[in-house]
């Protein structure tokens, strides 16, 4: 898959060392197919976790600066077509109800997440007793709740092994718990649980 391959290069290139092109890949990834976003949260606080520890604060502006601009001007290039239409704003409004589906249920059929987990036992069958909009924010929270352990981990000490640890921990926490998941992004948080595989098989 396009959008996975682009995730590793990603994650192959802020382990290198080179901030600017994982900010390029991924954009590329997340724009490609969202389900980029699962590695979102352990991607944006390593690189944030590198300007903060940069000695000197002109320097540290100008590198989150300069990682601003570039995936800013990702962004741009990925969106200009549909943003030069005739019609942006209905084009635009399209794209992101495509990309994120919050008129559909809660999850797939048979997806080993914990709301279809749970829905194994009728009186645990949410989407048989929530609103739509109460699934959303059930699920949102969940989520936000899952993540913050180990992003503030990899902030608090970043590393390499932190920076894998965190995006397989956030992989799986929206695999698990976010709203409207498919099978095939259980693939997210297998790629830097691979990447850990030789240090930790």
Not at 85 to 96: I, R, W
Not at 127 to 138: C, F, G, P, T
Request: aromatic share 8%; hydrophobic share 55%; glycine share 4%.
């Amino acid at each position: 898959c396009v959008s996975l391959g682009l995730a590793l290069w990603a994650l192959v290139a802020a382990l290198s060392g080179r901030p600017l092109a994982c900010c390029v890949a991924f954009s590329l990834s997340l724009n490609f197919k969202q389900m980029g976003l699962y590695l979102a949260p352990a991607v944006f606080c390593y690189l944030l976790a590198g300007v903060l520890r940069t000695r000197g604060v002109g320097l540290a502006a100008s590198r989150f600066c300069a990682l601003g601009a570039v995936t800013s001007l990702t962004f741009a290039a990925c969106w200009a077509p549909f943003l030069a239409s005739a019609t942006p704003y209905d084009s635009t409004l399209a794209v992101l109800r495509r990309v994120f589906p919050t008129s559909r249920s809660l999850y797939e059929d048979k997806v080993a997440n914990v709301w279809c987990t749970m829905a194994l036992l009728p009186p645990l069958k949410l989407k048989a007793k929530l609103a739509l909009e109460a699934l959303l924010r059930l699920s949102l929270g969940c989520t936000l709740a899952a993540l913050l352990p180990p992003c503030a981990l990899l902030l608090r000490a970043p590393s390499r092994r932190a920076f894998l640890l965190c995006a397989t921990a956030c992989g799986l926490a929206f695999f698990l718990l976010s709203f409207q998941v498919h099978e095939k992004h259980l693939l997210l948080p297998l790629l830097p649980a691979a990447l850990l595989s030789t240090e930790h098989p």
